[in-house]
């Protein structure tokens, strides 16, 4: 599709349809880090009783209970916080919001253990460095804990431990949120941390931006990746990581899950959270509105004061 048309037809569904994204558990069989595979969802969240917005899901099983967070939105002008679903055999139970920073965009709710305690580093790139919380009693008490984060806005902040280092990957969002991914190092999640000799160690829209949890398939390291080449959360790509150490990192793009365009969420997918046989993943679905023209406009005032940022969330 020509890239001119591909534009005008996103400004008109912008200005006429709204986005609706959603969070979906997946099929363990949809998924294939060495293939191209469709992400047929097994249950998307229920539209009753769940926010505007429901995206970047993440997994936490702790005590016998399993407990989902994810970005909300309770309107299209609201600003994204951090929201608590409970998983059991009986479904999918909406709890409420956990985390919120007041006048803040939060997104991405990263979540990983250190030393049996659990974490969470939402994105925050809007207003500057990344902040870690500590669960104090799950799902709704978390607290920030003593840490050292790289300065500056990072886009998705992705924590996970690999080869005797723990490892923090995101974007930059003034280089390019979608392009210029860096990593650091360090002995500890929480800090200090060194930045990779390579930095950024990667640029490439089809590939870069994370996506969700790494995880191990057949021995090797995945790092799930959105592919923004055709729009905004087309579909995330798994890169077999070959090579990470302080001083060199490679990988390569060995499979994709797209959008199940027979599916009730056929346009995008943009965010993947393995957790042994449960597999989350978020969808989105265009469908028009009265109040979008309205909400468009909001967008774009709300674009025009984070432009130095750069940074597109769901």
Sequence with gaps: MNSRFRTWRLRAEAAFFRREWNIGLLSVSSLQPGNRAVGRVDQWFAAQ??????????????????????????????????????????GVKYHGIVI????????????????????????????????????????????????????????????????????????DALAGPQTHLSLWYGTSPLGPWEPHRGNPVK???????????????GGNLYRPAQDNSRGYGGRVVFNRVIELTPESFHEEPEGSLEPDVAGAYPRGLHTVCVSGKIVLVDGLRVRPHLLAPLNFLRAVARNRRIQKHGVETA
């Design 203 to 217: 640029r490439d829209i089809s590939c870069s931006r994370p996506a969700g949890t790494p995880f191990y398939h």
């Design 49 to 90: 009783g769940r926010p505007y917005l429901a995206a970047d899901p993440f997994l936490i099983n702790e005590d016998g209970q399993c407990w989902i967070l994810a970005e909300v939105k309770t309107s299209p002008s609201a600003k994204g916080a951090i929201a608590a679903w409970r998983l059991s055999d009986g």
């Design 100 to 171: 919120a920073e007041r006048g803040v965009h939060l997104s991405y709710p990263f979540v990983f253990r250190w030393r049996g305690a659990i974490y969470c580093v939402p994105e925050r790139a809007e207003a500057g460095s990344p902040i870690i919380y500590q669960a104090k009693q799950l799902p709704d008490q978390w607290d920030p804990a003593s840490s050292q984060m790289p300065a500056g806005p990072l886009v998705d902040p992705t924590v996970f431990e690999h080869n005797g280092h723990w490892w923090l990957a995101a974007t």
